[in-house]
């Protein structure tokens, strides 16, 4: 069965060093996003991507933060500078459409700022 | 503001237990999901639903639209039913989803 990746799985690094998150959607999808939750809170979505660009992207998508499609399978996310408060969980999902159809996650990374 | 609200946040129960986690969200969603967290942190879609019920093994959703509610069941629970239960809404024109806060959901034997 088709599954959405991530790699690596865990990651730690310096405030203020940049970080890369990857993933690999399914490959049939068209519709891509990153999502983050902080330890005990809510899921929060961070952007959405679409026919190489993005289409919607939430207040926490500042400056700071960049995603890109660089080879037609793999979908980056990058903080370009690490903050303590970035420390969560990172989800990537797709979906053949919108997000009134089904969105498949990938299994996260975990990321961590000291 | 697109909102989505679910209770219990926390819910024990011993195994066999009928169990009931429910979810309200504000007007004008198009879908409502169904999704299960693992204590490792993974998130797995079960559901999603615009209208009336869906089935799959223990598990049964459930929308009313009128009432901006949904339900999830779990027949007969059992131990490895435990993990965070996350309720999210997708709104027409809205390319993202709103996640609830979450019911972390643990079965004793």
Same mark, same amino acid.
């Given at each position: 069965?088709?599954?959405?990746?991530?790699?690596?799985?865990?990651?730690?690094?310096?405030?203020?060093?940049?970080?890369?998150?990857?993933?690999?959607?399914?490959? *049939?999808?068209?519709?891509?996003?990153?999502?983050?939750?902080?330890?005990?809170?809510?899921?929060?979505?961070?952007?959405?991507?679409?026919? *190489?660009?993005?289409?919607?992207?939430?207040?926490?998508?500042?400056?700071?933060?960049?995603?890109?499609?660089?080879?037609?399978? *793999?979908?980056?996310?990058?903080?370009?500078?690490?903050?303590?408060?970035?420390?969560?969980?990172?989800?990537?999902?797709?979906?053949?459409?919108?997000?009134? *159809?089904?969105?498949?996650?990938?299994?996260?990374?975990?990321?961590?700022?000291? | !503001?697109?909102?989505?609200?679910?209770?219990?946040?926390?819910?024990?129960?011993?195994?066999?237990?009928?169990?009931?986690?429910?979810?309200?969200?504000?007007?004008?969603?198009?879908?409502?999901?169904?999704?299960?967290?693992?204590?490792?942190?993974?998130?797995?879609?079960?559901?999603?639903?615009?209208?009336?019920?869906?089935?799959?093994?223990?598990?049964?959703?459930?929308?009313?639209?009128?009432? !901006?509610?949904?339900?999830?069941?779990?027949?007969?629970?059992?131990? %490895?039913?435990?993990?965070?239960?996350?309720?999210?809404?997708?709104?027409?024109?809205?390319? !993202?989803?709103?996640?609830?806060?979450?019911? %972390?959901?643990?079965?004793?034997?």
């Amino acid at each position: 069965e088709p599954e959405v990746t991530q790699t690596p799985s865990h990651q730690v690094t310096q405030m203020g060093q940049e970080v890369i998150l990857r993933c690999v959607p399914i490959s *049939n999808h068209l519709y891509f996003y990153w999502y983050r939750q902080i330890l005990g809170q809510k899921v929060e979505f961070l952007v959405s991507f679409y026919n *190489n660009e993005i289409s919607e992207k939430s207040e926490i998508f500042d400056d700071q933060f960049s995603v890109e499609r660089p080879d037609g399978s *793999n979908f980056t996310l990058k903080i370009r500078s690490t903050k303590l408060e970035d420390s969560a969980m990172y989800f990537c999902a797709s979906s053949e459409a919108l997000a009134i *159809n089904e969105q498949f996650f990938g299994p996260g990374t975990r990321l961590t700022v000291l | !503001k697109n909102e989505v609200e679910q209770s219990p946040q926390n819910l024990t129960a011993q195994e066999g237990e009928f169990i009931t986690i429910n979810c309200s969200y504000s007007v004008g969603i198009s879908a409502l999901h169904w999704l299960q967290q693992h204590p490792g942190g993974g998130i797995v879609s079960l559901f999603m639903l615009s209208s009336g019920k869906k089935k799959h093994g223990r598990l049964i959703a459930t929308i009313n639209i009128q009432e !901006k509610h949904s339900s999830l069941h779990i027949t007969a629970s059992h131990p %490895r039913d435990s993990a965070v239960y996350i309720c999210a809404g997708g709104w027409r024109g809205a390319q !993202k989803l709103v996640f609830g806060q979450g019911t %972390r959901l643990t079965i004793n034997p």
